[in-house]
Nanobody, 124 residues
Framework: QVQLVESGGGLVQAGGSLRLSCAAS????????VAWFRQAPGKAREFVDA????????RYADSVKGRFTISRDNAKNTVYLQMNSLKPEDTAVYYC?????????????????WGQGTQVTVSS
């Protein structure tokens, strides 16, 4: 029902910033809760942050709180992940995911729709 495409990944130095975008299809984008997850090689996929349908509520993993900001522009069918003060341990493939549920869940299995991922590499 919704297709997601991530972009904006790349190689940055520690302390730098990146902004990722998650572009979604369809006029019903505003009905979806959207979250970001990340996965490093050999590690499980982990929750990064999530945003409610109208953008009024957000939720962050402790590891990124104060450094990352999630936002959305429903008129553009896009969710953003602003990443500041990047650390080498932030290196991972970043995925956006969408759910029709209103709760801001942190487990990957609660999100039926996923993008293809975008690589973020932070060098030291």
């Amino acid at each position: 029902q919704v297709q997601l495409v991530e972009s904006g990944g790349g190689l940055v130095q520690a302390g730098g910033s990146l902004r990722l975008s998650c572009a979604a299809s369809g006029r019903t984008f505003s009905t979806y809760t959207v979250a970001w997850f990340r996965q490093a090689p050999g590690k499980a996929r982990e929750f990064v942050d999530a945003i409610s349908r109208n953008g009024a509520s957000t939720r962050y993993a402790d590891s990124v709180k104060g450094r990352f900001t999630i936002s959305r522009d429903n008129a553009k069918n896009t969710v953003y992940l602003q990443m500041n003060s990047l650390k080498p341990e932030d290196t991972a493939v970043y995925y956006c995911a969408a759910s029709s549920l209103v709760q801001l869940f942190t487990t990957p299995s609660t999100y039926p729709y996923w993008g293809q991922g975008t690589q973020v590499t932070v060098s030291s």
